[in-house]
């Protein structure tokens, strides 16, 4: 009974350790509710923003229609800005009146205002289309925080709320990146209820992001599959003599339409880039730009194809498996480069890894294959022309036929 008695009192203690550490833990969560700020300033409501590690805290005066706020994000390097917005025409970025605040080079803290005309923005100085007073800043402890009084009088008291953050260099903002939480970084804010919201689905920026992942379908399809099947079935597959010439035309189909599904992908990653001026992904753009151009002059070959028989097939042979080789390789690769550019949920990366490495498997196979059966044939053929002999007519061995 002791024993028992022990074990059910050690029980309650560590439940009641576990109750008091998950409270303690929770009532020192990150949150704006647990936050204060120097030379006593106070909000009457405060909103944790849905991503970016930022917090809204503001008290909004009906008599005067102004709203003051307090904008925190945290989390943040000193070479780093901050913005927080208000969008009065529509959802998203574009049209959206700005706060812009980072560190300077010699320590001092910039903050300003900035009218977002375009994605292409580079958050120059300008006044907004309401009055903008009290504006300072701080950073400290990885922490910017914008102090500003905004005249509402002519604005919806239902606001469309806009917030990012991007890399600083030579004392200016550069382009913030242009997916995961930095597209996500919306939403809604009504200052009589103090409730907030963050984006719905198909808010502005989903149309680009849409676009934006149709591009990165079409290359994965084109230039990351079907190309290396279309390869493995013109090498392989070609050395089944039951299936000669059907392979011919299996290898030309898959890659035809490799090549049509590619030149779309390549063609919404060249309007995507006219549309972002200043957001370049230089190194994956080249390697688009290649791609387009070699797999245009591997089509053009297929035009000018020699007969077996043709003295210059040796030479056409090999510019053919070059290019083809090297589309291969660098579709891959800029595949891969997408993939860190769009962010994707881990599964699709995995997936996606999952059909190349199965494509090198089967290549391995059928290539160990094919070697058996190209050595055996001409052990076979070699075997049959000594025993027929150079006329056809045998070979004597130790004086017999």
């Known amino acids: 009974m002791n024993y028992f008695h022990m074990k059910s009192e050690l029980q309650g203690a560590l439940l009641s350790f576990t109750i008091m550490a998950a409270l303690f833990s929770s009532s020192f969560a990150k949150t704006c509710s647990n936050s204060a700020f120097a030379s006593n300033k106070v909000f009457t409501t405060c909103n ?10 503001y008290t909004y005066n009906p008599s005067s229609q102004t709203l003051k706020i307090a904008y925190r994000h945290t989390n943040v390097g000193s070479s780093r800005w901050v913005a927080w917005a208000v969008n009065p025409t529509s959802k998203g970025m574009s049209g959206s009146q700005a706060i812009v605040a980072f560190q300077q080079s ?60 991007g890399q600083v260099a030579n004392d200016a903002p550069l382009a913030h990146a242009t997916s995961g939480d930095n597209i996500r970084s919306m939403g809604t804010l009504n200052v009589l209820s103090g409730q907030s919201g963050s984006a719905p689905a198909g808010a502005a920026g989903s149309t680009k992001t849409k676009k934006r992942n149709i591009h990165g379908i079409l290359n994965a399809i084109s230039w990351g599959i079907m190309m290396p099947l279309g390869a493995i079935m013109a090498r392989y597959i070609r050395v089944f003599k039951s299936v000669d010439p059907a392979w011919f ?93 769009l962010k994707p949920q881990k599964k699709w990366t995995r997936f996606y890894s999952g059909i190349i490495i199965v494509l090198a498997i089967v290549a391995v196979v059928l290539e160990a294959y094919t070697w058996f059966v190209v050595l055996r044939r001409k052990k076979a053929a070699k075997s049959e022309k000594i025993s027929n002999g150079p006329n056809g007519y045998g070979v004597a061995t130790n004086g017999r036929v």
């Open 106 to 165: 010699n320590g001092k803290m910039k903050v300003y205002t900035s009218r977002v005309t375009g994605y292409s923005t580079q958050l120059r100085e300008g006044e907004l289309s309401f009055p903008v007073s009290d504006l300072s800043a701080t950073y400290s402890n990885n922490e910017i925080v914008i102090f500003a009084t905004l005249g509402i009088q002519n604005v919806s008291k239902n606001l469309n709320q806009v917030w990012q953050d």
């Open 48 to 57: 944790d923003l849905s991503v970016l590690n930022s917090f809204l805290h």
């Open 249 to 341: 035309y299996l290898h030309v189909t898959c890659q035809t339409a490799g090549y049509i599904i590619g030149v779309a992908g390549w063609a919404t990653g060249i309007r995507l880039g006219s549309q972002s001026p200043n957001i370049e992904f230089t190194s994956h753009r080249i390697i688009g730009i290649i791609l387009f151009c070699v797999a245009t002059l591997q089509v053009i070959a297929l035009l000018v194809r020699p007969k077996m028989d043709h003295k210059y097939r040796i030479y056409w042979n090999i510019y053919h498996h070059s290019l083809g080789y090297g589309i291969i390789i660098l579709g891959v690769i800029n595949i891969f480069k997408g993939f860190d550019i």
